[in-house]
């Protein structure tokens, strides 16, 4: 929201009094995402839903609050849903041309994913808008897209409203706040607008989704966490962001990139928004299911966790045992991020935790300083093979021969193959076709021993040493989520291998398939930008996870 991160908890408790609509609320997160688009030029959303369709099912809720009728705590909250997960009434492009990105004509899917259903459908929370991704869910910055994220931060500090700088308010304000002509939000914008701004990266894959949620255009969106495209956004844009267990939520309606590693996750303003969203998800999913890959278990969060009154009275964490793994504290991780994460790790032992040294011999420098390169061997090899399927004939978007510029090493080709050269040439973007490259040459007969198959042992034997860990000596492991502040992406010097070492501190828990939630922390010098920090916890222990992630939210070193 403009200067104040409204959280659902308190847009709930607004319109319970009565003190907004929903249809208020979703007529300023509408503006918000407006005049994000078109005055920021943000790049957050891809398609912003139609007002009067928005306003329409804002109504509705309206009228189930009245009648005491609400679907859930989300009902009547506005939200919005990454490029890669379907929406019936919207294209799935997973933010590729050649899925029908950009293309004239491209038609809606016609059916939800199991997580919008639930969302949107049961939970009656309004759609805002489908967010801005990395193609397919490959890269680290936002920039692998028909159009880059902005980070929101720089622009944010500037709004002011009458020559004042915007600061968090009461009920009373933020009810005022939000009653505000639509006419006035767009000049605060425009002042807080300059041409002269660098322009930084909101992270990637899920860009779009952590910057929707940073500038308040939706207060809970859903993303998709590969090896840390939900935790990295949410770390540079100073939101929650968190990644369940691997399997915990079904990925049916979820374009595939690396099978194994793709989680559906959850980005939202605060640490309750998130645990929310996940109890409703884990409530209703149960049998209904349709991913094969998924635990088809129905769980709740316990009370402390979803209800902050109840939270408040149980800060105490004690017999949580959490472990500070020496093997993250790397030479390139900067004196602000390592005194952030100190202050952290004291805090949380102030209230009662039990702080543990994991030491290099239980978890691997090693086997954690390889798992970057274990990591994109694997999931190249999967990508190399999911993406397989889209060829403009069985799946994707047709592509004439004669609209892509053929190379010379074409021409032994036979005509069938020609078609799908251009089709793909046309269709994928460069990292993805670098991608897809290394994945077919890791999978080849003469690599597929000595790339692939070590990679799987390296991902296994960390992942073991992990749950060892957990089940013995922490209930959770603690530190950073990203070793750097964001990038700028407008001067030209992007380095690709840099942009692959932003995921090294997300990648062991996906390799493990555990639980992640990153809580953004400040920074001293950091500017604009805050840091980010996560708890790690147990396979089905987002419980825990979440209980840690309030309490360090709250902290006073947050100041």
């Given at each position: 929201m403009?200067?104040?991160?409204?959280?659902?908890?308190?847009?709930?408790?607004?319109?319970?009094?009565?003190?907004?609509?929903?249809?208020?609320?979703?007529?300023?997160?509408?503006?918000?995402?407006v005049a994000g688009e078109d005055i920021w030029g943000l790049g957050a959303f891809t398609t912003i839903s139609a007002k009067d369709t928005l306003l329409a099912r804002a109504k509705d809720s309206d009228l189930r609050r009245k009648h005491n009728e609400t679907l859930s705590l989300l009902d009547g909250i506005p939200v919005s849903?990454?490029?890669?997960?379907?929406?019936?009434?919207s294209p799935l492009t997973a933010g590729s041309r050649i899925l029908g990105k950009g293309e004239p004509g491209s038609t809606p899917c016609g059916y939800d994913a199991d997580v919008v259903n639930t969302i949107l459908r049961d939970g009656g929370a309004l759609l805002?808008?489908?967010?801005?991704?990395?193609?397919?869910?490959?890269?680290?910055?936002?920039?692998?897209?028909m159009k880059p994220t902005k980070n929101p931060l720089p622009f944010i500090k500037n709004l002011t409203?009458?020559?004042?700088?915007?600061?968090?308010?009461?009920?009373?304000?933020?009810?005022?706040?939000?009653?505000?002509?639509?006419?006035?939000?767009?000049?605060?914008?425009?002042?807080?607008?300059?041409?002269?701004?660098?322009?930084f990266s909101a992270g990637g894959s899920s860009c779009g989704s952590a910057a929707s949620v940073a500038h308040g255009s939706s207060l809970l969106s859903l993303g998709t966490d590969t090896g840390g495209s939900i935790r990295l956004p949410a770390a540079w844009c100073g939101v929650v962001g968190l990644k369940p267990s691997y399997g915990v939520l079904s990925r049916h309606g979820v374009v595939s990139y690396a099978s194994s590693f793709d989680t559906v996750g959850i980005l939202a303003p605060s640490v309750h928004c998130a645990s929310v969203?996940?109890?409703?998800?884990?409530?209703?999913?149960?049998?209904?299911?349709?991913?094969?890959?998924?635990?088809?278990?129905?769980?709740?969060?316990?009370?402390?966790?979803?209800?902050?009154?109840?939270?408040?009275?149980?800060?105490?964490?004690?017999?949580?045992?959490?472990?500070?793994?020496?093997?993250?504290?790397?030479?390139?991780?900067?004196?602000?991020i390592k005194e952030a994460w100190l202050r952290a790790?004291?805090?949380?032992?102030?209230?009662?935790?039990?702080?543990?040294?994991?030491?290099?011999?239980?978890?691997?420098?090693?086997?954690?300083?390889?798992?970057?390169?274990?990591?994109?061997?694997?999931?190249?090899?999967?990508?190399?093979?999911n993406l397989s399927r889209y060829d403009g004939f069985r799946f994707g978007v047709a592509t004439q021969?004669?609209?892509?510029?053929?190379?010379?090493?074409?021409?032994?080709?036979?005509?069938?193959?020609?078609?799908?050269?251009?089709?793909?040439?046309?269709?994928?973007?460069?990292?993805?076709?670098?991608?897809?490259?290394?994945?077919?040459?890791?999978?080849?007969?003469?690599?597929?021993?000595?790339?692939?198959?070590?990679?799987?042992?390296?991902?296994?034997?960390?992942?073991?040493?992990?749950h060892t860990v957990l089940k013995e000596k922490a209930d959770l492991l603690l530190?950073?989520?990203?070793?750097?502040?964001?990038?700028?992406?407008?001067?030209?010097?992007?380095?690709?291998t840099e942009i692959f070492s932003n995921d090294v501190m997300t990648i062991p828990a996906s390799l493990a398939g555990l639980p992640s939630v990153s809580v953004p922390v400040p920074l001293e010098g950091g500017g604009s930008f805050l840091g980010g920090l996560q708890l790690v916890g147990s396979r089905h222990g987002e419980g825990t996870c979440l209980k840690a992630a309030q309490i360090l939210e709250s902290g006073s070193f947050q100041n």
């Open positions: 403009i200067g104040h991160r409204l959280t659902v908890l308190q847009a709930s408790r607004l319109l319970e009094r009565g003190m907004i609509s929903s249809e208020q609320l979703a007529t300023f997160c509408h503006t918000l995402a849903v990454k490029e890669i997960i379907a929406i019936r009434s805002v808008g489908i967010t801005n991704m990395d193609e397919f869910g490959m890269g680290s910055l936002g920039i692998n897209s409203k009458g020559g004042e700088k915007l600061s968090n308010g009461d009920d009373m304000q933020v009810a005022q706040m939000i009653r505000l002509p639509e006419e006035e939000i767009f000049e605060m914008h425009h002042q807080a607008f300059s041409d002269s701004e660098p322009i969203a996940l109890d409703l998800l884990g409530e209703r999913q149960g049998n209904n299911s349709r991913d094969s890959t998924s635990s088809a278990l129905q769980f709740r969060l316990d009370d402390y966790v979803t209800h902050p009154d109840v939270a408040i009275q149980k800060k105490s964490l004690s017999g949580v045992r959490i472990g500070i793994p020496a093997s993250f504290s790397v030479d390139e991780c900067p004196p602000s790790a004291q805090y949380l032992s102030d209230h009662g935790a039990e702080i543990e040294q994991i030491s290099t011999d239980d978890i691997s420098v090693d086997f954690v300083s390889l798992s970057l390169a274990a990591y994109y061997i694997l999931v190249s090899a999967e990508a190399s093979s021969k004669d609209t892509v510029m053929m190379s010379n090493s074409d021409a032994d080709l036979t005509p069938l193959e020609k078609q799908y050269s251009a089709i793909r040439q046309h269709g994928f973007g460069k990292e993805v076709s670098r991608r897809i490259l290394c994945g077919a040459s890791v999978l080849s007969s003469d690599r597929f021993h000595s790339h692939y198959e070590a990679a799987a042992k390296l991902r296994a034997a960390l992942a073991g040493q992990m530190y950073p989520t990203a070793l750097f502040t964001p990038s700028r992406i407008d001067d030209g010097k992007i380095d690709s």
